[in-house]
C-alpha cells in the first residue's frame, strides 16, 4: 500500500506575548523550529516571563510516488507529554496549503490561522501518557488520522503534501487556564525525530462496506510493532495484538494439582434393638432342647423320667423311653 514518512523539515512555529489575543493572531511567529527531536502542539502560559505561548505543527509528506489518491488515507502520529495538561484539548488536522514549501517559516504562524477546519478525527489530549525523560524511553502513545473528504483533496499524489496540526482551544482562541510557573498548561509532543516513530501517511485496504461507518482509527505500539484499531460506529474490529504494556499483569502463579479422590465411605451398620433402645431390657435365652424320641415317634413306648438341663444349656429327658410329659419351655 502507498505510505510515506513525513520529511525531515517537519517542525513547528510559536509565538509568545504577555498578551494571549496578540499572541494568538500574531502574523509572524516568535521562532521555528525544525530540528528538534518533537514539535510541541497547544498552548501555555510562562510565568518565568509572564506571558502566552501558542504553538503550530506544519507536516510534510512525500507522495509524489501515490500517482493517484486512495479512498481511504490515514496519518499516524506519535505523541506524549512531558507534564500532565492543566485543561485537555483536541488535537486537530487542519491544512498546510500555507505552509513554506520546504519547511515552516515564521510567516507560515500567521498563515495557519484561518486554517480551522478538521480534516480528519481529532484526537483527545487525554489518552496521551506523560512522559518527563524522552520519548525513546518513556511512554508514548502512537495514534491515527482517517483523513475525511475534505482532507483527502488536500493529498498530492504526486508531489509534497501538507498538513497542519493545532489544538482546538488555539482554534476557539480560548486561553490558557493555568497560571502556574512553567507548567505546559495544554500541550503535548508530537515525535519527529526516529524514524519509526516520524508521522507517517498511509493508504489502507480494509473491507470497503465497514469503511463508510470508521468513526477512528488508533495504532498502538507494542515491542517494535504497530497494531491498528478501526472503530465502525458502535462496532469496535481490532486489527493486530493488542498493546499489553497497558494490561496489568498479575505474577506467575503455578497450577494447583487437583485434590485425590475420596471413595464414599461404606454406610454405617444397621443398629441392634439395644442401640436403638438402651433402655430395653437384654435377655439371653438358652436353645430349645431336642426333640424327645416320643416327638420324633409317638408310637414309641413311653417311660418315667425327668426333664433335666445338661451341662451344654440344653433340656435332656432322663427317663430311657418317650418322656410322659411335656417339655418345661
Not at 498578551?19 to 525544525?34: E, K, L, Q
Not at 514539535?39 to 505543527?57: C, H, M, N, P, T
Not at 500517482?67 to 496519518?75: A, D, H, Q, W, Y
Not at 488536522?93 to 514549501?101: I, K, Q, R
Amino acid at each position: 500500500m502507498p505510505i510515506a514518512y513525513s520529511k525531515t523539515w517537519d517542525g513547528y512555529a510559536f509565538k509568545s506575548h504577555a498578551v494571549y489575543a496578540t499572541a494568538h493572531d500574531a502574523a509572524s511567529a516568535t521562532a521555528v523550529a525544525n530540528l528538534s527531536d518533537a514539535s510541541i502542539l497547544g498552548q501555555e502560559y510562562r510565568a518565568s516571563d509572564s506571558k502566552f505561548y501558542v504553538f503550530r505543527v506544519g507536516l510534510y509528506f512525500d507522495t509524489s510516488a501515490w500517482g493517484t489518491t486512495p479512498s481511504l488515507v490515514v496519518i499516524r502520529l506519535t505523541l506524549y507529554k512531558q507534564a500532565a495538561c492543566d485543561t485537555e484539548f483536541d488535537i486537530t488536522l487542519v491544512s498546510g496549503d500555507d505552509l513554506g514549501a520546504t519547511g515552516i517559516v515564521l510567516a507560515d504562524y500567521g498563515d495557519l490561522l484561518n486554517d480551522t477546519v478538521a480534516l480528519a478525527n481529532v484526537i483527545d489530549s487525554s489518552i496521551v501518557p506523560v512522559n518527563a525523560s524522552a520519548v525513546e524511553t518513556g511512554s508514548f502513545i502512537t495514534v491515527s488520522l482517517l483523513l475525511n473528504t475534505a482532507g483527502l483533496a488536500k493529498v498530492n499524489p504526486t508531489g509534497i503534501t501538507q498538513f497542519a496540526l493545532r489544538s482546538s482551544r488555539d482554534i476557539n482562541s480560548l486561553a490558557p487556564t493555568a497560571l502556574l510557573p512553567w507548567e505546559r498548561a495544554e500541550v503535548c509532543m508530537v515525535e519527529i525525530d526516529v524514524v519509526n516513530r516520524r508521522p507517517l501517511i498511509h493508504s489502507g485496504i480494509y473491507p470497503t462496506d465497514p469503511t463508510t461507518r470508521v468513526t477512528s482509527l488508533i495504532h498502538r505500539y507494542d515491542r517494535g510493532v504497530y497494531n491498528l484499531e478501526m472503530l465502525f460506529g458502535e462496532v469496535t474490529a481490532d486489527f493486530g495484538i493488542p498493546n499489553t504494556d497497558t494490561i496489568v499483569k498479575k505474577a506467575y502463579e503455578p497450577k494447583k494439582a487437583e485434590p485425590p479422590l475420596t471413595p464414599p465411605s461404606p454406610p454405617p451398620p444397621m443398629l441392634t434393638p439395644h442401640q436403638l433402645d438402651p433402655e430395653r431390657e437384654i435377655r439371653i435365652l438358652p436353645p430349645p432342647p431336642p426333640l424327645t424320641p416320643h416327638q420324633i415317634n409317638p408310637e414309641r413306648e413311653i417311660s418315667d423320667g425327668v426333664w433335666v438341663l445338661n451341662e451344654f444349656g440344653g433340656w435332656e429327658w432322663t427317663g430311657s423311653g418317650a418322656p410322659n410329659r411335656p417339655p418345661p419351655w
